[in-house]
């Protein structure tokens, strides 16, 4: 019985925190019953019903792993001008090598899926004799629900450690979702910055984010005060 693949990331945008990269297995006479199931892709269901789907999902499957590139990981790939689509091409690669399936569905990084293709087969025969059937598509999380699963993965364990750093930075006032778009999260970046004078450890020092809150309220500070 083949073994069937689905892997998806959750994090790829925020300023703050790491980038989780879910992968799961399933031996291929449960996809009907994952058909019938309520996974979709993990944006589109509540905290609570992640939550409830993560639990039937690691019941299920033969076997899982979530993989972390994390905030100091993405900022050191940015300093050397890397590109972040290939950081987590060689972090899917990892978990292809891990989990060893035979078909793996993925829910494709980039706009040309046949290079993004080529570039994980290539990691994967550098290291084994191995060349599982790989299937990548956009919104593939919405399209195959093996990949939905390898989402909510991801997406719970990017919830659960934004909420630990909620609890670490509670004298802020937390960080909310650590999106730029969060209102929340840019007063707990403002509050850091103009204390401390740096970002904080958990932040992607090299998002522009960042950069344009130490240049508000470090970098010209300085400027004003040495004129």
């Avoid at 919405?142 to 609890?167: M, P, T």
Wanted: net charge neutral; glycine share 6%.
């Amino acid at each position: 019985m083949k073994k069937i693949m689905g892997m998806d990331e959750a994090g790829r945008g925020p300023v703050l925190g790491g980038l989780f990269i879910g992968g799961v297995v399933f031996i291929e006479d449960f996809l009907p019953t994952l058909e019938t199931s309520e996974i979709n892709d993990s944006k589109k269901l509540s905290p609570a019903k992640r939550e409830k789907l993560y639990d039937f999902i690691v019941e299920n499957c033969s076997s899982y792993s979530v993989t972390e590139i994390t905030n100091v990981r993405i900022d050191e790939n940015s300093q050397k001008h890397g590109s972040l689509n290939d950081l987590e091409i060689e972090a899917m690669a990892n978990l292809i090598l891990e989990l060893a399936p035979d078909v793996v569905y993925i829910d494709a990084l980039g706009h040309n899926l046949d290079n993004f293709k080529k570039k994980l087969k290539s990691i994967i025969q550098s290291q084994r004799n191995y060349t599982p059937e790989i299937i990548t598509e956009h919104k593939a999380d919405e399209k195959f629900k093996v990949v939905g699963a390898a989402s909510i993965l991801a997406k719970v364990q990017r919830d659960r450690s934004i909420l630990e750093f909620n609890k670490s930075y509670g004298n802020y006032g937390g960080i909310g979702s650590g999106y730029p778009s969060d209102e929340k999260t840019i007063t707990f970046l403002r509050k850091y910055i103009e204390k401390n004078h740096k970002p904080p450890e958990i932040a992607r020092h090299s998002w522009q984010t960042c950069k344009n809150l130490m240049n508000d309220l470090v970098n010209q500070k300085k400027l004003d005060e040495f004129f």
